[in-house]
């Protein structure tokens, strides 16, 4: 019986990351208000009565959507983070995981804007996506802390760093969008190397 259960508990997760994706590759390809959930379904596999029995709403399906990708982007460099001895090593994988964000999440950027304008409530978006800052802020400062107590860095104002970190690669998504072709690697390279150099004691 109870393999049963854990079977069907795995096949329910299984098909909401199923949905998830799609809604991610349809939000993002479409924006937020052309998509359909009847896209979404279709690239799922699945029927609109099926997505709305895992989300009560397009606005609900999005939000899961976006923070969807934030834990798979964050359980993704949890084992790199885990590897690194240093703070100095910590930080490194922190910075280059923005980076590929920045990448990666160029156009949820604008969806989320989109998103946001278009919203009834634009309270609970704007909610959405600042706990999502804050806990990635909150991370790179607690680095950078570690750092300075263990005598890796020279003493700076961490939360004030681990903001202006974030905004930088937020930036940088921004540009990516409107010049696909910027070379993001030899600039975050460029940057990364200047904020280690600079952190040193």
Do not use: C
């Not at 976006?66 to 084992?79: D, H, K, M, R, Y």
């Not at 409530?121 to 706990?131: P, Q």
Request: glycine residues 4%; without cysteine; aromatic residues 10%.
């Amino acid at each position: 019986m109870a393999d049963r259960t854990n079977k069907r508990e795995r096949q329910r997760e299984e098909r909401r990351r199923q949905i998830l994706e799609a809604a991610l590759t349809v939000f993002t390809q479409k924006g937020f208000n052309a998509a359909k959930v009847s896209d979404v379904a279709a690239l799922a596999g699945v029927s609109q009565g099926t997505i709305y029995w895992y989300f009560d709403s397009k606005d609900d399906l999005l939000q899961a959507a976006l923070l969807f990708f934030f834990e798979e982007l964050s359980q993704g460099i949890a084992p790199a983070l885990e590897q690194a001895t240093t703070n100095h090593g910590r930080l490194q994988v922190l910075i280059r995981s923005m980076a590929t964000m920045a990448e990666e999440a160029k156009g949820l950027f604008t969806l989320f804007l989109e998103f946001w304008a278009s919203s009834d409530n634009r309270e609970k978006a704007s909610r959405l996506w600042t706990e999502v800052l804050i806990r990635y802020k909150d991370v790179i400062a607690q680095i950078v802390e570690r750092g300075t107590q263990d005598g890796e860095f020279r003493p700076v104002d961490a939360e004030a760093l681990a903001w202006s970190l974030m905004a930088t690669y937020d930036g940088l998504a921004a540009y990516l969008m409107l010049m696909p072709d910027l070379d993001l690697d030899r600039i975050s390279h460029a940057f990364a190397e200047t904020v280690m150099h600079g952190l040193q004691a």
